[in-house]
């Protein structure tokens, strides 16, 4: 049954309709008003099970990006709190800042100790403002890079959890070296001898999640997307108008599977019916049997094997043709 | 050549009214007045009707002191005004010529071309603009690559232009920039490279963005190998170039007056909703918030950029019966 406290989307509107009906139908069942309604319950639950199946198995790029934007959507605190209750949240970028849009930590998953990077949205106002709306500062992603180096020191693996509209276009940002933070953590992961795995959980914007994704594997979750710009960027500089997002989505193949496809990401992980919002235990499950999985397989490789191996898959990235 | 665009104001091309020079109308025949007048129109018609290409050809104007310099002057003082320094924006080729040896520029990895991997459209397909982009440029990329020497200091070299497709980012860029740095890693030369871009190129989508990460990773390899990269950022420099490479050099120089930055001044003034300083992103700007070594006029590049390299490549050896040592260089503004 349907989550009433899911706020839907434009594109899920009907199924939200139907759900309502359903439930009106049940209330008047319950009260045993009209016990011969029971066969119409029966037909409105199978529309909404069929509805819902194809909506989510047709989704156009642009509900893939409201899925992925979606304000109930677990963002990282929520995957390191259910992974690891004792988790230790390192702060930091021991030069004057500690950038709470992105969260680093040691935590334990299966029978690996990792380190742990993450971009992060606020849920309240409150934390949203103090987050910067999941857009880190230079100093957020020099705090990553202190972490990346404290993990190759006692050579413990790296997981990225990448949710982030992008880097921040502030003036502090720039004065401050935004393209040298971004420029220095992509050499400096490229040339790690221990294993980095990286997710985007939800959005991937630009050099913003790229900074934080220079990994041997890369994951996507099932609506997540990952873009070079993000699709209103797109719009306006490529079609002059900000009404045509959705075409920019189409046009810019920035879902999972066509990133996929494209060759990105390594795996797609499947989120529950409608999104990881709608049963956060299920997604951060689903996606910690994936990170182990791959953990596993990395774990085996040696140091000097691990780099090369992350050089090598960023090496053949690109498409060109060579007369 | 370049034509400041709208410089050709209505006045340029006004001149006085035929007058018959040295005669007063009183002591003048009338009819030797008026052949004087032909005489004196088709004299001005031979000099006048210069087209637009033609006049921008022979002239141009300086785009902040406004003040016409005659084209071959400019193209001689290496497209610096010389009366403001107002840096123009020169082509990868003209750089080559500027910088190196002559004839000593060798061209690698010319034969890579862009592909179209998203089969992207926007208002026209990817591949019609890429047509447009080589006829407009002269270019097939937005960047030359190859090895050459410099007061016989060989080093590899490339440079980007943003004539060509706004000077963005895209897999063959990418790729022709790792593999300048894996040559010359292997050959163990110094390494130049000149940004000037706008950013990821937005048709090819996700690969773009990986270009960052290809590019920053064979630097990785490089910077373990204890060589010399000099990053050179020329207006404008943007985007994914300078969040890669431009920022990755162990020197980093800027041209005069180069914009460079990570966003677009524009989108922070949206995002923060406040004016920005009018020097905002600018070489000097970036040379006082530490983020450039030296900003040096385009007149003294080529020695800045040899004395460098010299200095980190040359053993140092005493010179015999001499106590003279090679200028320091000296950071901050040279020139
Ligand atoms: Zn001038």
Redesign the pocket.
């Known amino acids: 049954m349907v989550d009433q406290k899911i706020t839907p989307l434009e594109f899920e509107k009907p199924l939200a309709l139907l759900a309502q009906q359903i439930e009106l139908l049940e209330k008047q069942i319950g009260e045993g008003a009209h016990p011969e309604l029971e066969n119409d319950l029966d037909r409105l639950n199978q529309q909404y099970d069929q509805l819902k199946r194809s909506l989510y198995s047709n989704l156009r790029g642009i509900d893939h990006l409201a899925l992925a934007r979606h304000p109930q959507r677990p963002y990282t605190r929520d995957y390191l709190g259910r992974w690891d209750s004792a988790w230790i949240e390192m702060h930091g970028d021991r030069k004057g800042v500690d950038d709470p849009a992105m969260v680093t930590g040691l935590l334990r998953m299966g029978d690996h100790k990792v380190v742990v990077c993450g971009t992060q949205k606020g849920r309240t106002i409150h934390e949203k403002k103090n987050c910067n709306f999941g857009m880190p500062q230079p100093e957020g992603y020099r705090k990553a890079l202190r972490l990346f180096q404290h993990a190759e020191k006692f050579q413990l693996p790296i997981i990225n959890l990448i949710d982030t509209p992008g880097a921040y276009p502030g003036l502090a940002a720039e004065e401050h070296n935004q393209a040298e933070a971004i420029a220095v953590n992509l050499r400096e992961l490229s040339g790690l001898t221990v294993p980095v795995i990286s997710v985007i959980t939800g959005e991937g914007g630009s050099g913003g999640a790229l900074a934080i994704g220079v990994a041997n594997r890369i994951l996507m979750l099932e609506h997540s997307v990952y873009s070079v710009i993000s699709p209103e960027g797109c719009a306006s500089i490529l079609w002059r108008s900000a009404d045509k997002v959705a075409e920019a989505c189409t046009a810019m193949k920035m879902t999972a599977r066509e990133i996929k496809q494209l060759g990105v990401a390594d795996e797609v992980v499947t989120e529950p019916l409608g999104g990881a919002h709608h049963d956060a235990d299920f997604a951060a499950e689903k996606l910690r049997e994936a990170l182990v999985r791959h953990l596993n397989e990395l774990t085996k490789m040696s140091p000097k094997e691990l780099r090369k191996d992350r050089q090598n898959k960023f090496r053949r990235l690109g498409a060109f043709v060579e007369s | 050549m370049f034509c400041s665009r709208g410089f050709l104001s209505e006045n340029s091309f006004q001149r006085a009214a035929p007058r018959p020079e040295g005669l007063s109308d009183n002591d003048m025949d009338l009819k030797e007045w008026f052949a004087n007048r032909k005489k004196k129109q088709e004299q001005a018609e031979v000099k006048q009707p210069l087209t637009t290409e033609e006049y921008c050809a022979l002239w141009t104007q300086?785009?902040?002191?406004?003040?016409l310099?005659y084209t071959k002057d400019l193209r001689e003082n290496l497209h610096v005004?010389?009366?403001?320094?107002?840096h123009f924006r020169v082509g990868a080729e003209q750089r080559v010529e500027q910088l190196t040896d002559p004839g000593s520029f060798e061209e690698i990895d010319a034969n890579l071309r862009s592909s179209d991997p998203l089969g992207f459209v926007d208002s026209e397909p990817y591949p019609k603009r890429l047509r447009d982009a080589e006829r407009k440029s002269g270019l097939v990329e937005a960047l030359l690559s190859g090895t050459a020497t410099m007061e016989e200091n060989p080093v590899a070299l490339g440079i980007m232009d943003f004539g060509h497709f706004g000077g963005s980012m895209g897999s063959v860029v990418g790729e022709k920039v790792a593999r300048l740095i894996e040559h010359a890693e292997e050959k163990r030369l110094p390494l130049i490279l000149f940004s000037s871009s706008g950013g990821a190129r937005m048709q090819e989508g996700i690969l773009s963005l990986m270009q960052l990460a290809k590019t920053s990773s064979a630097l990785k390899s490089f910077h373990d190998a204890g060589l010399l990269y000099i990053s050179v950022l020329t207006e404008p420099t943007y985007g994914g170039v300078t969040a890669s490479f431009a920022m990755l050099g162990d020197i980093i120089i800027a041209e005069p007056g180069a914009r460079v930055g990570f966003a677009g001044r524009r989108v922070i003034e949206q995002t923060i909703r406040q004016k920005l300083p009018a020097d905002f992103q600018t070489a000097e700007y970036l040379l006082s918030h530490g983020q450039v070594d030296m900003v040096v006029e385009r007149t003294k590049l080529r020695e800045t950029l040899v004395q460098l390299i010299e200095f980190h490549t040359k053993q140092n050896k005493p010179k015999s019966g001499s106590s003279q040592q090679t200028e320091p260089v000296i950071p901050g503004r040279a020139g």
């Open positions: 300086c785009f902040q002191c406004r003040e310099l005004c010389p009366k403001c320094l107002y």
